[in-house]
C-alpha cells in the first residue's frame, strides 16, 4: 500500500487541479447517473489530492478537517472506525494516533465489503448489524475506546425519506455500540443526513455527552446532504 503522507497546507486546502474542468467525452452505454458521477470525480480537486497523497479515499479529507478544529486524534487513542471501506478514515486514524507504533495507540476498523488491509489498523470485514459484530470489535480492541468514528451509509434507493430512515438506523445502532466502549471523555463522529428525524438519536447523545454539534467540513459535497454529528465528553453512568 503507498504510505499516506501528511496533508500539506493543513487538511482543508486544495488541490491544484482548482479551476480545471474534464469533460467525458463519450456516455455511450452509461446510465445519466453514472456519467455524473464519473464528471463529478473527474472534476473533484479532493480526488486528486487524495491519489496524490496516498490517501484510499477522498473522504479522508473530512475526517482530517474535523480533526483540525477538534483534535480528536491523538497519539495513544484507541478508535473505532465503522463503515471503513475504502480505508481513508483508517488510514487518517492510524496516522494520527500512531497505530503500531511504540507508545502508540490502536486502531480497528470494520465493513460490509471486503476492504483490504490498512498498515497499523485491524481490519475486519463484517456487517455492523451482525449480531455478532459489537463482540467482535471489543476483542479485537481490547478495552474501552476514546473515539467511534461511524461513515456508514446503506445503499441509496433514490427515495430520500426511506434514504433517510436507513442512515438515521445505522447511526442510531453506532451510537448504542459507542455508548457501551466509550471511555469517560470520549468521543463519537457518525454521519446522518440533513432532516428531521434524528432528533430523538440527538436526545439520547446529549444524555451522555457535554458537547454535541454538527459539522459539515469542506471536503463534504456541498450537494450532498450528510452532515455529521459530533459529540465529546462522553459520560460514563
Known amino acids: ?53 496516498g490517501w484510499r479515499s477522498r473522504a479522508a479529507y473530512k475526517l482530517l478537517e474535523m480533526d483540525e478544529k477538534l483534535h480528536l486524534l491523538k497519539p495513544g487513542r484507541r478508535v473505532v472506525d465503522l ?48 449480531p455478532t459484530a459489537p463482540d467482535v470489535l471489543k476483542q479485537a480492541l481490547g478495552g474501552p475506546a476514546d473515539l467511534v468514528l461511524s461513515d456508514m451509509a446503506s445503499p441509496a434507493t433514490g427515495h430520500g425519506p426511506t434514504d ?8 442510531e445502532a453506532a451510537w448504542e455500540f ?20 434524528e432528533n430523538e438519536l440527538l436526545k439520547l447523545i446529549k444524555q451522555r455527552m457535554s458537547v454535541v454539534r454538527h459539522m459539515k467540513p469542506p471536503a463534504s459535497r456541498k450537494d450532498s446532504a450528510e452532515v455529521y454529528v459530533v459529540a465529546t465528553g462522553f459520560k460514563p453512568i
Not at 164 to 171: E, G, P, Q, T
Not at 182 to 187: D, I, K, R
Request: proline content about 3%.
Open 178 to 197: 459507542a455508548a457501551e466502549v466509550l471511555a469517560p471523555g470520549g468521543a463519537f463522529v457518525c454521519k446522518v443526513f440533513q432532516g428531521g428525524t
Open 83 to 130: 463503515g471503513a471501506a475504502p480505508g481513508g478514515w483508517t488510514q487518517v486514524a492510524v496516522q494520527r494516533v500512531r497505530a503500531g507504533h511504540p507508545g502508540g495507540g490502536k486502531v480497528v476498523g470494520l465493513d460490509i465489503n471486503d476492504w483490504g488491509r490498512v498498515a497499523g489498523a485491524t481490519c475486519l470485514t463484517l456487517d455492523f448489524l451482525d
Open 164 to 171: 433517510h430512515i436507513r442512515i438515521i438506523a445505522l447511526a
Open 1 to 53: 500500500m503507498t504510505k499516506a503522507k501528511s496533508a500539506r497546507g493543513g487538511a482543508s486546502g486544495r488541490g491544484s487541479g482548482r479551476g480545471l474542468h474534464v469533460r467525458v467525452k463519450t456516455a455511450r452505454g452509461r446510465k445519466v447517473g453514472s456519467t455524473a458521477w464519473l464528471k463529478r470525480q473527474l472534476n473533484d480537486p479532493y480526488v486528486a489530492r487524495a491519489k496524490a497523497e
